[in-house]
């Protein structure tokens, strides 16, 4: 079942007197409960491309659809709504709030969404154990490893149990052994969830960890291949 697809989507940024086409027709099917990776260098589209699928930024033309439900052109309120109800993120900076433990860190989006603070901090607890970080409940951000920090990072992303992660460089701010380990739980997540991961990454050895590659040059997709 194609969960996200999008039809000739285009991008164009209006710098000055100048348009920068961002992105250019593009054409993209990516199926339910895939693990994939976009990918190119500075200035490819990859990252635009991420924020136009996670709805936190409109087409110029073109139209793209999560679940059949064309997404492109509804109003911010609505794309929030699909957004909260079917989309984490995963970014290279972990934007923890320095002053609440892991769990509340995690719990924090469903309080967001109007959940008891009881009820929020057990599925925390539940989602933290699930990502390997059952000891580490009741600590702060600067008690944690970097590799941990971004585990509180995918914890949270999955409280509100989406069917998609976008994860953006998220191996970034770490070293090669803990960012192996973070692409390591995306594929266990992946398996055995059935999530559906793309990660955005500039990185070839990050990209063929996942299953399925699309290269960007200049805003056009240029390769797409599966690899497993």
Request: proline share 3%.
């Amino acid at each position: 079942m194609i969960i996200l697809e999008t039809k000739n989507l285009n991008k164009t940024y209006q710098m000055g007197e100048t348009k920068v086409e961002a992105l250019s027709e593009v054409n993209l099917e990516i199926e339910d409960g895939e693990f994939m990776a976009i990918t190119g260098t500075s200035g490819s589209g990859k990252s635009t491309l991420m924020h136009l699928l996670g709805c936190l930024d409109v087409p110029t033309s073109g139209n793209y659809f999560i679940d059949n439900k064309n997404v492109s052109h509804m109003t911010k309120d609505e794309q929030a709504h699909i957004r909260n109800e079917k989309i984490g993120f995963v970014f290279q900076k972990f934007f923890l709030l320095p002053d609440l433990t892991a769990t509340d860190n995690v719990a924090l989006p469903l309080l967001y969404a109007g959940k008891s603070e009881h009820e929020s901090r057990e599925k925390a607890k539940k989602i933290l154990s699930m990502v390997e970080l059952s000891e580490r409940l009741d600590h702060y951000p600067y008690q944690l490893s970097g590799g941990q920090q971004q585990r509180v990072a995918v914890a949270r992303s999955l409280i509100n149990r989406p069917s998609i992660i976008l994860a953006d460089e998220p191996t970034g701010n770490l070293d090669t052994k803990t960012g192996n380990n973070i692409l390591t739980l995306f594929s266990k997540l992946n398996r055995e969830h059935n999530v559906t991961i793309i990660v955005v990454t500039h990185e070839p050895e990050i990209a063929n960890k996942t299953n399925r590659i699309i290269q960007l040059i200049d805003g056009k997709i240029v390769s797409d291949k599966k690899i497993r």
